[in-house]
């Protein structure tokens, strides 16, 4: 039988064009191996481009003579499309143009997103923008690398693109460099070029900001908490306390609250010690244990130290109102609340023990709202491996519960540290998003902290080992959630150039506006309410007033029985001596009378006469 197609015009120019078709994706299958073939081989970028490009266009021009012998084509055979790896010109680098494709896609969110930078692959890529989606930040984060290699930066682009998108933002200022996110950024060559390199539009941009400061201590709102609220396990371990002691200070705190006593201040808190152990405060705690004077000699001991270190400055009233930190500026972005910690290295325990209280008052305070497309706050805990170094088992417990409860409230937190082994596995494991910037390797301990944090990220195109010690400066390996809550591939990647100074903004421009805010009136002088000192001293003054009048009454009925017993004794000896007068008198009368006379007489002779007469018969 011969072939249906044969001896027709219409079947000549089909086969023609099948037969041009398959030229076509023979030679576009050719080019894309040819290009994978050099991309592999790491040859200079430019003759792969060149090469890839003259593959792509000889790949068109057989399209194009496909298309134009078979314009009767059946449409069941459209030409294939050109893959999306093969739009993009891939330089040599140590990922695979399918490697690059895959985190391209892994970072194409719908939603909002944070812009992070641009993938490097031997050189930046600004076609494969590395971000992450703005409602997986409360899913926590880690911002991790040595000293110097761009983490407070990297904070600061986080910080700015937060607010602009409504979203407040706390922070701990530690050195004062954050401070320049209320100032706009001034342009440089150096500055330009590298925004240019990596796709970045960069325009100066300063964020609303307000000051805050612990206790007044350096510029800011000051911020204070009372004891009561602070709690006995952070303040056992801000005065580190072993957990007898701890478990001491916990009873303390539960009698204050069962016996209504305030405690404000460290005074408050020395003096209900104090009282507990006197004579007349310690058998309030027999029932449930009681005190022993040792262990509170030793509590009140590092009182004495903790306040004479300036601690007395942290706690009072009023007391810092937390919700403060979630409110937005009238052009609706998020209010950026820094807080200023200078001499941070003198009481570290202090400064992040307080943060931590922070965020257990909001977790406390705030209602359950699932997840949001923007979080309520993301709060940046800077120099996290003070929280962690010689934490109690339940602290850390508490520290990992509020971590993992508080994403439901609305808050997203961000760890800043110098390797992830500053950070507890139990926290490690709550955190979705990871910022590493370079680590050295300089010693045995630190070759340990690599491999041990290399062994945390996912199977990736790079040598991660040898990638993490040569990652240059705003450089940093880059692992997010997803939006469907999977890990993005792991990318290397140039990261922005904050929009505001890269400079503290100056003193003088912070003084200026930290006495313009609203909050000064309310929060800037120390109040002195009644509290247990107040309350201890009014009881044990009406405890004394009434021993003394019980003592009075005392003093006054022994006196009156006394002078009962004086006058019975004053009486009694009275009547002894009449009687005797009586009794002489009447003896005097008997022996005066004639009858009494001779009586006596008589006796006397019968004495004498038995006298002489025993004498007479012994001679």
Do not use: C
């Not at 910022?435 to 062994?455: M, S």
């Not at 790079?462 to 999977?486: F, N, R, W």
């Not at 019980?550 to 009962?564: D, F, I, T, V």
């Amino acid at each position: 039988m011969n072939d249906a197609s044969s001896g027709t015009p219409e079947s000549a120019d089909l086969e023609a064009a099948r037969k041009a078709f398959e030229e076509a994706q023979a030679a576009l299958a050719k080019a894309e191996a040819e290009a994978q073939t050099r991309a592999a081989a790491e040859q200079t970028p430019a003759p792969a481009a060149a090469d890839a490009a003259g593959a792509e266009a000889e790949a068109a021009v057989a399209h194009t003579a496909a298309a134009e012998a078979a314009p009767a084509a059946p449409a069941a055979a459209p030409a294939p499309d050109t893959p999306a790896a093969a739009a993009i010109t891939v330089p040599a680098g140590p990922l695979t143009p399918e490697q690059v494709e895959t985190i391209r896609a892994g970072y194409a969110f719908d939603g909002l997103a944070l812009e992070m930078g641009a993938l490097v692959n031997g050189e930046a890529m600004p076609e494969v923008p590395i971000r992450i989606p703005i409602a997986m930040t409360n899913r926590h984060g880690l911002i991790a690398g040595a000293t110097g290699t761009g983490k407070t930066k990297t904070l600061q682009v986080l910080t700015e693109q937060l607010s602009a998108a409504g979203v407040p933002v706390f922070a701990a200022d530690i050195k004062g460099d954050l401070s320049g996110v209320a100032t706009p950024g001034e342009p440089n060559e150096k500055l330009l070029a590298r925004t240019k390199g990596i796709g970045q539009d960069w325009t100066p941009q300063a964020a609303p900001v307000e000051y805050y400061s612990l206790g007044g201590r350096g510029a800011g709102i000051p911020i204070r908490a009372t004891v009561s609220s602070f709690g006995p396990l952070m303040l056992a371990r801000v005065l580190g306390l072993n957990k007898t002691q701890e478990s001491s200070l916990g009873l303390v705190f539960h009698y204050a609250d069962a016996a209504g006593l305030p405690l404000v201040d460290l005074g408050d808190l020395r003096s209900l010690l104090s009282y507990l152990t006197s004579d007349e405060g310690k058998a309030e705690l027999e029932g449930i244990g009681g005190l022993s004077k040792q262990t509170v000699g030793v509590i009140l001991r590092e009182l004495t130290v903790f306040a004479d270190g300036g601690a007395d400055a942290f706690f009072g009233e009023p007391e810092i109102d937390t919700s403060l930190f979630l409110r937005q500026a009238p052009d609706g972005r998020g209010i950026v609340s820094l807080l200023e910690v200078p001499g941070v290295a003198q009481q570290p325990e202090v400064f992040s023990t307080f943060l931590m209280w922070l965020l257990a008052d909001l977790f406390n305070d705030l209602p359950e709202v699932g997840d949001l497309e923007k979080p309520k706050l993301v709060f940046f805990f800077d120099e996290a491996h003070l929280l962690f170094t010689g934490a109690s088992k339940e602290f850390l417990e508490q520290v990992t519960q509020t971590v993992r409860l508080i994403r439901s409230k609305g808050v997203g937190i961000f760890f800043v540290t110098q390797t992830p082994k500053d950070v507890p596995n139990d926290v490690l494991g709550q955190l979705g998003s990871r910022v590493q910037h370079q680590l050295r390797a300089h010693t045995p301990d630190d070759a340990t902290a690599l491999r041990a944090t290399v062994r945390t990220y996912p199977k990736s195109g790079y040598d991660l080992e040898q990638t993490l010690t040569s990652l240059a400066t705003g450089e940093a390996i880059v692992t997010v959630m997803g939006e469907k809550g999977a890990p993005t591939p792991v990318a290397w990647t140039r990261l922005r150039a904050p929009q505001g100074s890269m400079s503290p903004t100056p003193a003088a421009q912070i003084e200026q506006h930290v006495n313009a805010s609203p909050l000064m009136a309310q929060y800037a002088n120390r109040v002195d309410p009644q509290s247990a000192t107040e309350m201890l001293a009014q009881k044990m003054n009406a405890a004394a007033e009434q021993a003394r009048q019980e003592a009075e009454a005392e003093a006054q009925a022994k006196a009156q029985a006394q002078a009962e017993a004086d006058a019975r004794k004053a009486q009694q000896p009275s009547r002894s001596r009449t009687t005797a007068r009586q009794d002489k008198s009447i003896v005097e009368e008997v022996l005066g009378s004639r009858t009494g006379q001779t009586v006596v007489r008589e006796v006397v002779r019968g004495v004498l006469g038995t006298l002489l007469r025993g004498g007479g018969r012994r001679r």
